[in-house]
């Protein structure tokens, strides 16, 4: 521990000499959401005119979209005039040592095993541990750089290849998509820009791990991947431990770009506050993710596990344009409480032997509600497209609800679907087994869920896996016994 | 080791074990008998603490604790082990990992420190010899879509883990092939020790020929109707359950 201390405190010195300070502080934009935050936004950012423009015809779009409703979730109605649109979220209500921290939070990650430097860092604590990852990050940027791959906040990206953005933003979320995707495009704050060249294996995992700086900015934040022919990413988003968010509405948007023979692996552990057990507070967390499979022969794997917010509205999907090419979905969505988890994928199959594949695991615990929506689309040109689809529903007490919403539109005959969905209660028997031979009620929970999980865990990195488990764990914690 | 007074005990309603008395020493091996139906399973649910199954009357004292006030879990870390008639599934764990956890958590309970992974694999390797369980077995889901034998092997493959002090076993010998049988009760045979007890579970002589009985009780309705050496075993064989009825019958019609 005190040697941990010890490296903490003289990286932060000498990070400190390197005036790597972060200026965001004083930046914050009024309430409320007009043209006039647009610009304000824009400005701020030094963007380019064009980028505005892209912002302001979103914005116009929005104005012009309604709400959507179809999901099976409540909430009450967000009003978008209080929120603020750029700031520097949770910066002045960083606590200054571990001291002022909230116990509560300090015992989970204590469970979590996440170290005192990690604490820090999560906390937003000292600059110094956000610098810590920040000067990781760095480290890496070089070797990457050398292979010719970019890696980099979006801001940046905007500044230094303002080329690769013009051609690909919103070139797979269009602003119109949906109410939310506009409403990113209009305001988004910052995010990140990963461009793999052509023939280039990523040499490892690009996660915002190493940039909390990113993915700290707030609420609306753009993500966009571009992997070259022939290329190969396997990129991770969020944190591996509870990065509690006090923010309400969070509504990003991540788009993926493959070309022929590329290959892009995106992975999610999303655990934002998912509001206390009365179902007060957490997050709505409303993103648009799709990956465009343009080239023959590419392939788009998700893997997401889902266990924070409050509310959860996303469907990550593949648009499979390219001959061959392959779209994958595997998640694992629980729900305790009073949390609601829509959430689900589209595979569209456009190009001929195009294969998708659906693994979806929902956890449902409490009084919360857990719903799979997916569709499956054949168009007419998918001469021999295919897909498999594993539906499987956990159910936890009798409280909890479990709703599969499938949707097969298929236009070519040569097409071949098939949907397996099983439904199942962790049963006593089950627990009363692991109980006998002297693991706790809580063990025997994880275990049993975490086995139930497999298929989607084994998806993850190694190190990604294990803190999932934990996750999963956590989330669950108290809903049996 | 184990001392059952007038052990009472019912399901929803329905009176189950209606006064059972047993007493099991250190090195001693108990054999239940009895026709089905007659409560032997819900005798070994209740001594593991099994919550559906209410106990109305009576007392179980183990090692001295009062085993009935503590959880299933800390039952089985005192060293309380049920091979279970029936072995329940647990898709996507092995195992491994379920023993793993299993084992550490009943070390943590005895104050012991975690076994490593090199020592559990090596603790593993000796127990797999014991009861000569396939490795590849070791590895899938938890008895999911194991064989009848398979289930009975493994479980007691997970009692030469565990290590337990009391060890019941329900039935064990039912589902398994002539070698298995005796594979199985070789591995129980060498578990033994002056310090552990076995009680087992069973409607064969045949398993009795290899686990050889201190004592045979014969449950029925709900209670130990007659105890005696492992001759009483192979009369049971011969004569089956009619003459004990009988004798319980008669004995309640002049009562
Ligand atoms: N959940 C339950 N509800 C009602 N009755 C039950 C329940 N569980 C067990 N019983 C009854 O309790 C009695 C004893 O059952 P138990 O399983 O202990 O018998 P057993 O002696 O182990 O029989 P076998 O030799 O067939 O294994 C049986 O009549 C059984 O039907
Ligand atoms: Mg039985």
Redesign the pocket.
Same mark, same amino acid.
């Given at each position: 521990m005190s040697k941990d201390n010890q490296l903490l405190e003289d990286l932060t010195s000498k990070e400190y000499e390197h005036g790597w300070s972060v200026n965001y502080e004083a930046d914050e934009a009024p309430a409320g959401l007009n043209e006039g935050i647009i610009r304000w936004i824009s400005s701020k950012k030094e963007e380019p005119k064009w980028l505005l423009e892209w912002r302001l015809k979103a914005f116009a779009t929005w104005q012009s979209m309604a709400e959507p409703s179809w999901a099976n979730v409540n909430y009450p109605k967000i009003d978008l005039q209080a929120l603020k649109y750029y700031s520097a979220p949770k910066q002045s209500k960083k606590p200054k040592n571990l001291n002022e921290v909230d116990p509560e939070l300090i015992a989970i990650y204590e469970r979590l095993g996440i170290s005192l430097n990690e604490q820090k860092r999560l906390q937003g604590i000292a600059v110094d541990a956000v610098l810590d990852s920040v000067s990781v990050a760095t480290t890496f940027k070089d070797t990457l750089s050398k292979l010719g791959i970019v890696f980099c906040s979006f801001s940046e990206a905007v500044k230094e290849h303002p080329e690769l953005i013009k051609k690909y933003l919103g070139s797979v979320v269009p602003i119109q998509d949906n109410y939310y995707a506009a409403l990113n495009s209009a305001v988004f704050s910052d995010g990140s820009f990963c461009y793999i060249p052509k023939g280039v294996r990523c040499p490892m995992e690009l996660s915002t791990y190493f940039r909390i700086n990113a993915a700290n900015t707030g609420q609306f934040e753009r993500t966009l991947i571009v992997a070259e022919e022939s290329s190969y990413v396997s990129y991770l988003e969020g944190c591996t431990a509870p990065q509690r968010d006090e923010n309400q509405l969070h509504a990003a948007v991540v788009e993926i770009y493959a070309a022929a023979h590329a290959e892009v692996k995106y992975s999610t552990v999303q655990n934002w506050y998912p509001g206390d057990n009365e179902g007060r507070g957490g997050i709505y967390n409303f993103v648009t993710k799709r990956g465009i499979c343009a080239g023959d022969y590419s392939k788009i794997s998700w893997t997401q596990v889902e266990t924070g917010s409050a509310v959860t509205w996303k469907y990550p999907s593949c648009i499979l344009k390219g001959d061959h090419s392959v779209g994958e979905f595997y998640s694992v969505a629980v729900t305790n409480n009073y949390q609601q988890a829509d959430t689900g994928t589209k595979m569209i199959h456009i190009g001929k032997n195009t294969k998708s594949r659906i693994v979806s695991k929902g956890i449902s615990a409490g009084k919360s509600q857990n719903s799979y929506r997916g569709q499956v689309q054949v168009m007419k040109r998918a001469l021999h497209a295919r897909n498999f689809s594993q539906c499987d529903s956990l159910l936890m007490g009798n409280a909890c609800g479990a709703h599969t919403f499938p949707y097969i539109d298929i236009a070519n005959p040569t097409a071949k679907v098939e949907h397996e969905a099983t439904t199942s209660k962790i049963g006593e028997d089950q627990i009363f087994y692991c109980n006998q031979r002297g693991i706790a009620t809580e063990d025997a929970v994880a275990l049993i869920v975490n086995g139930y999980a497999k298929e989607v865990l084994n998806q993850l990195p190694m190190e990604f896996a294990v803190e999932a488990q934990k996750l999963l764990a956590l989330t669950l914690e108290g809903s049996v016994g | 080791m184990l001392s059952i007074k007038n052990l009472h005990a019912s %399901? =929803?309603g @329905?009176p %189950?074990l209606k006064g059972i008395n047993l007493q099991v020493n250190a090195g001693e091996v108990h054999a239940i008998m /009895?026709?089905? /139906? !007659? /409560?032997? !399973? @819900? &005798?070994a649910s209740v001594l593991a603490g099994r919550e =559906?199954y209410e106990v109305t009357q009576g007392e179980v004292i183990f090692q001295g604790k009062d085993l009935l006030e503590l959880s299933p879990e800390d039952r089985a870390r005192e060293g309380v082990f049920l091979a279970f008639?029936y072995p329940i599934e647990i898709p996507g764990v092995s195992t491994t990992n379920f023993l793993r956890t299993a084992l550490n958590q009943i070390r943590e309970y005895r104050g012991q420190e975690p076994l490593d992974a090199v020592k559990f694999l090596s603790l593993m390797k000796e127990k797999m010899a014991l009861v000569e369980i396939d490795q590849k077995l070791l590895s899938r889901s938890l008895n999911e879509g194991f064989s009848g034998g398979e289930k009975k092997r493994n479980e007691i493959f997970q009692m030469a883990m565990l290590e337990p002090k009391l060890s019941i076993l329900d =039935?064990t010998d039912s589902g398994l092939d002539i070698d298995a049988l005796r594979i199985v009760s070789n591995g129980v045979n060498k578990l033994k020790s002056p310090s552990t007890a076995t009680i087992v579970?069973t409607?064969y002589q045949r398993l009795l020929d290899y686990i050889v009985p201190d004592v045979v009780h014969v &449950?029925y309705q709900g209670r130990i109707v007659k105890s005696g050496s492992k001759e009483l075993a192979l009369e049971l064989e011969q004569k089956g359950y009619d003459w004990i009825k009988e004798e319980v019958d008669t004995a309640k019609a002049t009562a």
């Amino acid at each position: 521990m005190s040697k941990d201390n010890q490296l903490l405190e003289d990286l932060t010195s000498k990070e400190y000499e390197h005036g790597w300070s972060v200026n965001y502080e004083a930046d914050e934009a009024p309430a409320g959401l007009n043209e006039g935050i647009i610009r304000w936004i824009s400005s701020k950012k030094e963007e380019p005119k064009w980028l505005l423009e892209w912002r302001l015809k979103a914005f116009a779009t929005w104005q012009s979209m309604a709400e959507p409703s179809w999901a099976n979730v409540n909430y009450p109605k967000i009003d978008l005039q209080a929120l603020k649109y750029y700031s520097a979220p949770k910066q002045s209500k960083k606590p200054k040592n571990l001291n002022e921290v909230d116990p509560e939070l300090i015992a989970i990650y204590e469970r979590l095993g996440i170290s005192l430097n990690e604490q820090k860092r999560l906390q937003g604590i000292a600059v110094d541990a956000v610098l810590d990852s920040v000067s990781v990050a760095t480290t890496f940027k070089d070797t990457l750089s050398k292979l010719g791959i970019v890696f980099c906040s979006f801001s940046e990206a905007v500044k230094e290849h303002p080329e690769l953005i013009k051609k690909y933003l919103g070139s797979v979320v269009p602003i119109q998509d949906n109410y939310y995707a506009a409403l990113n495009s209009a305001v988004f704050s910052d995010g990140s820009f990963c461009y793999i060249p052509k023939g280039v294996r990523c040499p490892m995992e690009l996660s915002t791990y190493f940039r909390i700086n990113a993915a700290n900015t707030g609420q609306f934040e753009r993500t966009l991947i571009v992997a070259e022919e022939s290329s190969y990413v396997s990129y991770l988003e969020g944190c591996t431990a509870p990065q509690r968010d006090e923010n309400q509405l969070h509504a990003a948007v991540v788009e993926i770009y493959a070309a022929a023979h590329a290959e892009v692996k995106y992975s999610t552990v999303q655990n934002w506050y998912p509001g206390d057990n009365e179902g007060r507070g957490g997050i709505y967390n409303f993103v648009t993710k799709r990956g465009i499979c343009a080239g023959d022969y590419s392939k788009i794997s998700w893997t997401q596990v889902e266990t924070g917010s409050a509310v959860t509205w996303k469907y990550p999907s593949c648009i499979l344009k390219g001959d061959h090419s392959v779209g994958e979905f595997y998640s694992v969505a629980v729900t305790n409480n009073y949390q609601q988890a829509d959430t689900g994928t589209k595979m569209i199959h456009i190009g001929k032997n195009t294969k998708s594949r659906i693994v979806s695991k929902g956890i449902s615990a409490g009084k919360s509600q857990n719903s799979y929506r997916g569709q499956v689309q054949v168009m007419k040109r998918a001469l021999h497209a295919r897909n498999f689809s594993q539906c499987d529903s956990l159910l936890m007490g009798n409280a909890c609800g479990a709703h599969t919403f499938p949707y097969i539109d298929i236009a070519n005959p040569t097409a071949k679907v098939e949907h397996e969905a099983t439904t199942s209660k962790i049963g006593e028997d089950q627990i009363f087994y692991c109980n006998q031979r002297g693991i706790a009620t809580e063990d025997a929970v994880a275990l049993i869920v975490n086995g139930y999980a497999k298929e989607v865990l084994n998806q993850l990195p190694m190190e990604f896996a294990v803190e999932a488990q934990k996750l999963l764990a956590l989330t669950l914690e108290g809903s049996v016994g | 080791m184990l001392s059952i007074k007038n052990l009472h005990a019912s %399901i =929803e309603g @329905t009176p %189950i074990l209606k006064g059972i008395n047993l007493q099991v020493n250190a090195g001693e091996v108990h054999a239940i008998m /009895g026709p089905n /139906g !007659s /409560g032997k !399973s @819900t &005798l070994a649910s209740v001594l593991a603490g099994r919550e =559906e199954y209410e106990v109305t009357q009576g007392e179980v004292i183990f090692q001295g604790k009062d085993l009935l006030e503590l959880s299933p879990e800390d039952r089985a870390r005192e060293g309380v082990f049920l091979a279970f008639q029936y072995p329940i599934e647990i898709p996507g764990v092995s195992t491994t990992n379920f023993l793993r956890t299993a084992l550490n958590q009943i070390r943590e309970y005895r104050g012991q420190e975690p076994l490593d992974a090199v020592k559990f694999l090596s603790l593993m390797k000796e127990k797999m010899a014991l009861v000569e369980i396939d490795q590849k077995l070791l590895s899938r889901s938890l008895n999911e879509g194991f064989s009848g034998g398979e289930k009975k092997r493994n479980e007691i493959f997970q009692m030469a883990m565990l290590e337990p002090k009391l060890s019941i076993l329900d =039935e064990t010998d039912s589902g398994l092939d002539i070698d298995a049988l005796r594979i199985v009760s070789n591995g129980v045979n060498k578990l033994k020790s002056p310090s552990t007890a076995t009680i087992v579970v069973t409607h064969y002589q045949r398993l009795l020929d290899y686990i050889v009985p201190d004592v045979v009780h014969v &449950l029925y309705q709900g209670r130990i109707v007659k105890s005696g050496s492992k001759e009483l075993a192979l009369e049971l064989e011969q004569k089956g359950y009619d003459w004990i009825k009988e004798e319980v019958d008669t004995a309640k019609a002049t009562a």
